[in-house]
């Protein structure tokens, strides 16, 4: 075979290819990333609000455009907390919604938020973490300058910690997935915590800034021996139960008559004489 046969030979070898190469990029058409369903606002949303299912609509944004912007696709928007006001129309994202974690530490509405700090030796040697159940005792002088200990509040939930405001370790702990044994991977060094954040109901927030700020009491921390939640929330107020059969505001007004019966005094018995017409 000469060396024309064989540049033929080639030359149509690769035209081929050529040929081929071509009808499969008629054939093959580019694939186009699937849409994602994004939420939007159909009304106005003020801040602080908990994001229900029909205050949402949906929209539609590429992939890249999603991510961009921080949009959630529209399923996993309920139950966010709003950070801002958003407008109608306005795509919910990362930059308006998030986790109520994240914004107040809690879901529990009902509880107030509050911090104070204390050395590290006072905060259970700057060892305390989220999820800690504390008791707070105060200490002080009374007018006498007589040192005196109180116990603030029992079984406080603590759910924020910080080491000069920071996060006290920037290690990960992650299970072993044979053995379940935690290891840490990172910086493992831990610095005492001197900021404590707990949430409480109103009255016991009151009386813990009370005690520590205006009885200037110093705080001092201790694992309360129970750690069972127990009465770690807020009791929302009952609502009078009207009477079965009766309309509610008539059920009222029975309840308050038969209070009134009740409290009222029997009659005493007439006095008898002793016989003989007196």
């Known amino acids: 075979m000469n060396i024309r046969s064989i540049a033929l030979i080639a030359g149509v070898g690769i035209l081929g290819i050529g040929a081929l190469m071509y009808l499969s990029s008629l054939f ?15 009304a106005a949303i003020e801040p602080y609000t908990i994001v229900t299912q029909d205050m949402l609509k949906s929209t539609t944004l590429s992939p890249t455009q999603a991510r961009d912007r921080g949009a959630y696709p529209v399923d996993f928007v309920p139950g966010k907390m709003t950070t801002a006001r958003i407008a109608p129309g306005d795509i919910i994202s990362t930059k308006n919604a998030l986790p109520p974690e994240e914004v107040r530490y809690v879901k529990d509405l009902n509880l107030e938020i509050v911090s104070f700090g204390a050395s590290p030796e006072k905060l259970v040697g700057g060892k305390l973490r989220p999820g800690h159940i504390v008791n707070v005792y105060g200490s002080g ?71 520590l700020g205006a009885q200037n009491l110093d705080p001092w921390l201790t694992l309360a021996a129970n750690q069972t939640p127990g009465q770690l929330y807020a009791t929302p107020a009952t609502a009078a139960t009207a009477t079965n059969g009766l309309p509610y505001d008539l059920s009222l007004t029975a309840t308050a008559l038969a209070n009134i019966l009740k409290s009222t005094p029997a009659p005493q018995p007439p006095r008898t004489g002793g016989g003989g017409g007196r």
């Open 28 to 42: 093959n058409k580019p694939q186009t990333a699937t849409p994602v369903n994004v939420a939007v606002a159909a």
């Open 141 to 211: 002088r009374d007018d006498d300058n007589r040192e005196f200990t109180v116990l603030v509040e029992p079984r406080v939930w603590v759910v924020g910690v910080s080491a000069a405001g920071s996060a006290p370790s920037q290690a990960t702990r992650q299970p072993d997935p044979l053995t379940g044994e935690i290891k840490t991977s990172g910086d493992a060094r831990e610095r005492p915590v001197t900021l404590v954040t707990v949430a409480v109901p109103p009255d016991k927030a009151f009386h813990i800034i009370d005690a």
